[in-house]
């Protein structure tokens, strides 16, 4: 189900309230690959709830590239909706996830293993809330950017042999 930012406070109180426990993740998910399966499965099992904060196309656009992301955020939250690991997602608009985190108060905060929790901007604010930050392992070879530059490197190499771009 996918969650409006506005209704999201509420809506977690009240999963609270049921004697529930929330785990919270986010990021762009903007190609769904192996990696992303595989942690968010890990993630899931975490906590009764697992909320995906979905970083917005204008967030994106600001902590990656103006190239990104390549999915609208429409069609991003409707892929990770249908996911069954994940329970909610909610899209925002801010490049860190503080401001839905001192919303959704979550119990666990769960990211990949290409963080730390040190290097995490979030951890002060996961902390204050009382929740914990797990760094679940990473899931080598297995990015986003390595599918972006494998399509790039292809197209490229056809255009020098000739192939179907022309």
Do not use: W
């Amino acid at each position: 189900m996918i969650i409006d930012i506005q209704d999201i406070e509420k809506f977690c109180e009240i999963l609270r309230k049921g004697n529930k426990t929330i785990a919270l993740t986010n990021g762009t998910f903007d190609l769904i690959h192996a990696g992303h399966v595989r942690y968010l499965n890990e993630a899931s099992k975490l906590a009764d709830y697992l909320i995906l904060g979905l970083n917005s196309d204008q967030s994106v656009k600001q902590y990656k590239s103006d190239k990104r992301p390549i999915v609208p955020q429409k069609e991003r939250a409707e892929v990770i909706d249908s996911l069954k690991a994940v329970n909610y997602v909610v899209i925002f608009d801010e490049t860190t996830a503080d401001k839905l985190i001192s919303k959704v108060k979550p119990d666990i905060y769960v990211k990949g293993g290409d963080y730390t929790k040190e290097q995490l901007p979030e951890t002060a604010t996961v902390e204050k809330n009382g929740g914990e930050v797990i760094i679940l392992s990473y899931v080598e070879g297995k990015s986003t950017t390595n599918i972006v530059n494998k399509i790039q490197f292809k197209n490229e190499k056809e255009d020098d042999e000739g192939g179907e771009n022309e």
